[in-house]
């Protein structure tokens, strides 16, 4: 008999791939201007590190290197914000409501129940565990969900089309894999490109004629700062003015988190929205194996219900994420590199 | 096509089980002795909720009830002291090292990678998270682990025996189910009820002679207040000089978390120790699903790495728990209930 499971004794994990080969070699040897200047540069983290911008980000145009300074003048935006804002808000670190202590009713909530003003709205751990407890709810071992390649990390120059999802589909059944979805990842990570209408729309009538689910996780889309041209799934179906009680509704899902955004994968914040209410009764339940600290759900309810801190915030991440953008390109450009 | 998961589309939770419905029934009519005298006792629910004695667990020796005050009074000892203890270390609620700031490293801090140190443990976000990626980790779906019954809630006079596990393992295996261990809550959730050393002999020859898994849930072992009889699992191997190569060694995986404790359900901090390295790597990529915010990790940390508070704090808690039971037993006993 085996004595482990075949997850557990597997290594599936791809722990060996190219990607954390990389990030192993990034931590032997990290680039440093001044002290490791033949060092790695990892290229390839979807980290929120936009902050403090003059000084932060800068080209050293000589044998190899595009470089980011020491990370202790990296500062991500909000944290930088949240800082002050806090500064501002003692009571919320300090676990206070009204100046009076909330610790104990903290420490004994447990969110078993989700929220009921949001229906359509689950709250976990963090996208990962969100992406984890969809699938559950949608498919069983053995059964597929058609993923865009390359994805993680991808190329810029790549767009969805009718023949790719027909030909992924079409081999997926010579596999004997029941398509039960597509899931994309829009905007992309680490990319920030975004998928226009078209490639929406295309998703949404193969869904429609394969009747399969489509989940988009949408982690980074409080971050596009290029274009107007994001597009939520949700926006795209709404456009398209399907009748609300088209089956197609209840197989659009979605996943968001507040680690890229906002640049807090630390507080392991992230969530499902999804039209089936089965889909959230299920996710619900299951949400017991990765529920969000109340401590954390204080901290970030208080700061995010704060519209004013929000607003300048979204605004603020843009504009530094379009100079950081410019001065990248314009880096490479020089070096030689289009 | 079936479009969502038997997982989702089934009803397993048990929300409909006499638990489960008990719970709603209370929370519709719930007791007050002056408000709602007539009210629903909640006696099923294993939660800390440990200080102010005097005052708060009083029995009504009346119609047909015991109750528990307002629960405006009710005050889980842990939180009586932590909140002491945080007023006197104000730069641990503040996310404070030396009087600077650490907001931004928690922010970006992710325990993916685990923890070097502790080369058997494995953190994630609470017990259930804990048990599920055990389970990931010992099982194929299909298989099966043996749970005494009665369990939650259970009844006191309640012991493993020889015969029970030899009845159960044949009755799976009639059902053709390939058993791969047994699990334990030791003590007992929510009875605080141990297993004796004689019954823990019996769980290891059992796992030895059939070459299974002992799942050893201990998320009480720091309540127990009535005797000196708590015993772990790891414990009651250790004593039997079993040699630290024998490979029963790595089928022993133990699960805790400060929920029940420490009282701190909310925060969701949850563990698997185990000594099997396959399983402790594999669940350590799992704990991906479901981490610990690192505000909470930091904040516990410091709490608990506080000799002088934590000891005090498990002596005081026993103490108290001790009274609370003899007033419990006092009461029920005055009423006719032995």
Chains 1, 2 share one sequence.
Request: proline content about 4%.
């Amino acid at each position: 008999m085996q004595m482990l499971s075949k997850k557990a004794a597997c290594d599936s994990h791809g722990q060996d791939s190219s990607y954390f080969l990389g990030w192993q070699e990034y931590e032997k040897n990290p680039y440093h201007e001044v002290q490791n200047p033949n060092g790695i540069i990892q290229m390839g983290l979807a980290e929120n590190q936009v902050g403090k911008l003059s000084g932060i980000l800068f080209f050293v145009l000589a044998i190899r290197t595009i470089s980011y300074s020491d990370s202790s003048c990296s500062f991500p935006l909000i944290l930088l914000n949240a800082e002050s804002w806090l500064a501002d808000n003692p009571d919320v670190l300090g676990l206070k409501r009204d100046g009076k202590s909330v610790f104990k009713e903290l420490a004994l909530f447990q969110d078993y129940r989700g929220m009921p003003t949001f229906k359509n709205l689950v709250l976990v751990a963090g996208s990962t565990s969100a992406n984890e407890s969809l699938m559950f709810c949608l498919a069983e071992p053995g059964e597929a969900f058609l993923l865009p390649t390359p994805y993680y990390p991808g190329s810029n120059d790549f767009k969805i089309t009718g023949r790719a999802l027909e030909d992924a589909y079409e081999q997926a059944k010579k596999l004997n894999l029941n398509v039960k979805g597509v899931l994309v990842t829009n905007p992309s990570n680490p990319l920030g490109t975004t998928m226009d209408r078209d490639e929406l729309n295309l998703l949404i009538d193969f869904a429609i004629t394969k009747k399969i689910h489509i989940v988009s996780d949408e982690i980074y889309s409080g971050t596009v700062f290029d274009s107007t041209s994001f597009l939520s799934i949700i926006e795209a179906v709404t456009d398209r003015n399907i009748d609300d009680t088209h089956e197609l509704w209840n197989r659009i899902h979605m996943v968001y988190s507040l680690s890229k955004d906002l640049g807090l994968p630390g507080f392991r914040v992230g969530m499902i929205y999804s039209n089936d209410e089965t889909v959230v009764a299920a996710a619900t339940k299951m949400s017991s194996f990765g529920l969000v600290s109340s401590q954390t759900q204080f901290l970030l309810t208080n700061m995010l219900s704060d519209k004013k801190f929000t607003s300048k915030y979204i605004e603020e991440n843009r504009k530094r994420l379009k100079s950081r953008k410019e001065m990248l390109v314009s880096g490479l450009s020089g070096a030689g590199i289009e």
